[in-house]
């Protein structure tokens, strides 16, 4: 199940403390690091996203304590009371998206932007730069095949420093891509369900 909410900018300066007793200490914490409102924001909302999926989907309504594997910055979290609940967390300029399953998941979105072709080069196979360069839409393509790739590893806990060039996006199979004409989002589930969440209904 993967859920959206994409109006981080719609928050306000005052998110935090309307947001403060749905918090647990530790991701309170992490929010208080940032400097920037739109950062605390985003990590709020990535929070409260996740509170709404796991009580939808599996009644528990509480404030989560997250365990890392490997190192907090870069591990992969886990929620240390549901060791069997899976989920991932992404956000990107005005956008956050929360994946939740009963096995491994990942999650990926991004907003859509210009790059270069030396970017592109890194990050397409072969046969994917050409279609790249052929496409009318090739910042939306680069996009898409950038969300599925960071989702697939995201998913296996590999992280950012695999070589994603030699990784072809037809070979993941399973997924579920989400576009607008702002972000692109992928989920590594086929057919998955999808749930927008609107301001108001974020508390």
């Known amino acids: 199940m993967l859920y959206i909410?994409?109006?981080?900018?719609?928050?306000?300066?005052?998110?935090?403390i309307r947001a403060d007793s749905l918090l647990s200490n530790q991701r309170r914490e992490k929010v208080l690091k940032y400097k920037l409102k739109y950062r605390q924001n985003t990590s709020i909302a990535a929070y409260l996203l996740l509170r709404i999926a796991l009580k939808e989907q599996y009644g528990i309504n509480e404030a989560v304590i997250f365990g890392f594997r490997g190192k907090e910055s870069t591990g992969k979290p886990f929620l240390i009371d549901y060791s069997k609940i899976y989920f991932n967390l992404s956000h990107c300029d005005n956008a956050v998206a929360c994946a939740i399953s009963n096995t491994e998941i990942g999650v990926d979105i991004q907003h859509i932007s210009p790059v270069s072709e030396a970017v592109a080069k890194k990050v397409l196979t072969k046969s994917e730069y050409k279609n790249y360069i052929k496409s009318k839409k090739p910042d939306e393509y680069f996009t898409e095949i950038w969300t599925i790739k960071e989702s697939y590893v995201k998913k296996t806990g590999q992280g950012i420093a695999t070589n994603f060039s030699e990784i072809s996006a037809d070979d993941l199979l399973d997924k579920t891509i989400y576009k607008t004409e702002n972000y692109v989002c992928c989920i590594t589930?086929?057919?998955a369900k999808i749930k927008i969440i609107d301001t108001p209904d974020l508390i």
């Open 5 to 16: 909410f994409d109006k981080v900018d719609s928050l306000g300066d005052d998110f935090l």
């Open 189 to 191: 589930q086929k057919q």
